[in-house]
T-cell receptor, first 113, second 114 residues
Framework: DQQVKQNSPSLSVQEGRISILNCDYTNSMFDYFLWYKKYPAEGPTFLISISSIKDKNEDGRFTVFLNKSAKHLSLHIVPSQPGDSAVYFCAAPRGAGSYQLTFGKGTKLSVIP | NAGVTQTPKFQVLKTGQSMTLQCAQDMNHEYMSWYRQDPGMGLRLIHYSVGAGITDQGEVPNGYNVSRSTTEDFPLRLLSAAPSQTSVYFC?????????????FGPGTRLLVL
């Protein structure tokens, strides 16, 4: 039973354009969400997070939007750069205060120069 | 400051063999965990620990053992390897400070069980 879902396995975007990566969740008790970025042959690295008390969080070119009523979040990258090409994972702690993360299957982003 | 380190980077085992995947962190993090990543799947939690002497099971613990004798080290043991354990294994660590702390991942160990 996958509680965090990323339904797009891959996404291709032209350099300079916006990349939008989507994530849906089923557990309404989730109160914190994270995005991790993973390059081949490396471990995931933390990118950005959002608490359920917010609907938006920005960090430079990266913005995460949260729509609690739809149980949906999205990661926007503007402008996209070739170095952003990686697999992006959406994740959530299994419960309030939990450190056990449940991950989506990931979306492979390719930014075309 | 090395962060989270994992050894070996790659290992080939025969079915039934045992081995230990090593994980160490130098950030004095209380929380450590092991995940496995399979093709087309997200990372799935195997075991975790909130401090020396304390471990617990995650989502997919069968076939794996862990122990935590020091804050720095959190080895993962495969007692009798099976082809289904072919995967990439990641160790992660974080502080314990009430939640929402960033978890730092190691570079991974790629395991092939024949």
């Amino acid at each position: 039973d996958q509680q965090v879902k990323q339904n797009s396995p891959s996404l291709s975007v032209q350099e300079g354009r916006i990349s939008i990566l989507n994530c849906d969740y089923t557990n309404s008790m989730f109160d914190y969400f994270l995005w991790y970025k993973k390059y081949p042959a490396e471990g995931p690295t933390f990118l950005i997070s959002i608490s359920s008390i917010k609907d938006k969080n920005e960090d430079g070119r990266f913005t995460v939007f949260l729509n609690k009523s739809a149980k949906h979040l999205s990661l926007h990258i503007v402008p996209s750069q070739p170095g952003d090409s990686a697999v992006y994972f959406c994740a959530a702690p299994r419960g309030a205060g939990s450190y056990q993360l449940t991950f989506g299957k990931g979306t492979k982003l390719s930014v075309i120069p | 400051n090395a962060g989270v380190t994992q050894t070996p980077k790659f290992q080939v085992l025969k079915t039934g063999q045992s081995m230990t995947l090593q994980c160490a962190q130098d950030m004095n993090h209380e929380y450590m965990s092991w995940y496995r990543q399979d093709p087309g799947m997200g990372l799935r939690l195997i075991h975790y620990s909130v401090g020396a002497g304390i471990t617990d099971q995650g989502e997919v613990p069968n076939g794996y053992n862990v122990s935590r004798s020091t804050t720095e080290d959190f080895p993962l043991r495969l007692l009798s390897a099976a082809p289904s354990q072919t995967s990439v294994y990641f160790c992660a660590s974080s502080l314990l400070a009430g939640g929402q702390e960033t978890q730092y991942f190691g570079p991974g160990t790629r395991l092939l069980v024949l």
